[in-house]
């Protein structure tokens, strides 16, 4: 059964609409540290694991959450996914433009955490997230974590293979 | 025996595709699986859960089963599939394994229905079979874009980082 939370095309939308236009023209213009493919696979990380998480814990049999207006499957929802790109394209950007090592790893992704953290509390105040069965929004605290700490250690494997060659 | 059964064959996969002469790097590699991941894991969900010409089963355990298969396994064999095709010269051998890969794919999608991960409603797998011929062109497709990338040295801005 489909549940219709709204049906108007208001803050959830505009905050998709706006943060995958946004972001991704902040992506287009600044200053270029990394090769094309490089990019396409940072920004596609994001919406890779954005997507696989939501494809997983919020569809049946755990359906968790439902995101947008409806837990149908929109186009909307998609464009949602796809805002994630630029979140991780970024992530990896100042990882590199701040010279990230060591015990410096912990606050940056700790960091960057509390953004994630902040952005999914927007999302739920705007209805761009609806929990259901008892989630709660920190409960992707160890998602955003793992999913940041993965990231660090895909630029790493990247970045040593093309040392390597 | 499902559960075994299909962690058993994404270690074997996986460790297949680790020993595999790869011809994409591992960065090519990464974007043709995050491509075809994305691509594969929205039709799962438009056919189970918007056309409903799927059912998926309501059961935790098989559901690992169908994320499994749809989010290693399919990759993972057109990986495999795209990695050995571009090793390769004769257009029967290319033939050959491409009919291979669609077998193993096709196997994978009958293990799925015969545990009850996955119940046909209005599918079949004729549609199965022409849904895995389009994911493996696709994957095809895309790993010769990456290649065209990487050869020209395209850099973000779209000037070339290699003379």
Request: aromatic residues 20%; contains cysteine.
């Amino acid at each position: 059964m489909v549940v219709v939370y709204e049906r108007e095309f208001d803050w959830n939308e505009w905050f998709v609409i706006i943060g995958v236009v946004l972001l991704s023209l902040f992506v287009w213009v600044a200053p270029k540290i990394f090769s094309l493919l490089e990019s396409i696979a940072f920004y596609l990380y994001g919406v890779f694991f954005g997507m696989f998480f939501d494809h997983t814990i919020s569809v049946r049999p755990w359906d968790f959450y439902d995101v947008n207006d409806s837990s149908a499957y929109q186009l909307i929802d998609f464009l949602s996914y796809v805002m994630y790109g630029p979140y991780s394209y970024f992530f990896l950007y100042f990882y590199v433009k701040f010279r990230i090592k060591g015990f410096l790893n912990i606050p940056y992704v700790l960091a960057w955490t509390c953004i994630s953290l902040l952005t999914g509390w927007i999302g739920v105040q705007i209805g761009l997230f609806h929990f259901e069965k008892g989630y709660n929004h920190y409960w992707s605290l160890p998602i955003y974590l793992f999913v940041q700490i993965l990231q660090i250690a895909f630029y790493h494997i990247i970045k040593n293979s093309k040392d390597s060659t | 025996m499902a559960l075994p059964l299909i962690t058993t064959i994404t270690i074997m996969a996986l460790f297949i595709l680790w020993l595999h002469d790869k011809k994409l790097s591992f960065l090519q590699n990464s974007i043709v699986f995050m491509v075809l991941e994305i691509i594969v894991r929205n039709n799962a969900t438009l056919l189970t859960m918007e056309l409903k010409w799927i059912d998926p089963t309501e059961n935790s355990f098989l559901n690992i089963f169908f994320l499994m298969h749809r989010e290693i396994i399919t990759p993972l064999f057109i990986l495999l599939f795209v990695n050995s095709y571009l090793l390769l010269f004769s257009l029967r051998k290319k033939t050959l394994l491409f009919l291979i890969f669609l077998t193993l794919m096709q196997g994978m999608e009958y293990l799925a229905v015969y545990f009850g991960v996955i119940k046909y409603v209005e599918w079949n797998y004729v549609y199965a079979m022409l849904l895995n011929t389009a994911y493996l062109l696709i994957g095809l497709g895309i790993s010769k874009i990456t290649l065209l990338l990487d050869k020209n040295g395209v850099h973000q801005n779209g000037s070339r980082i290699r003379t």
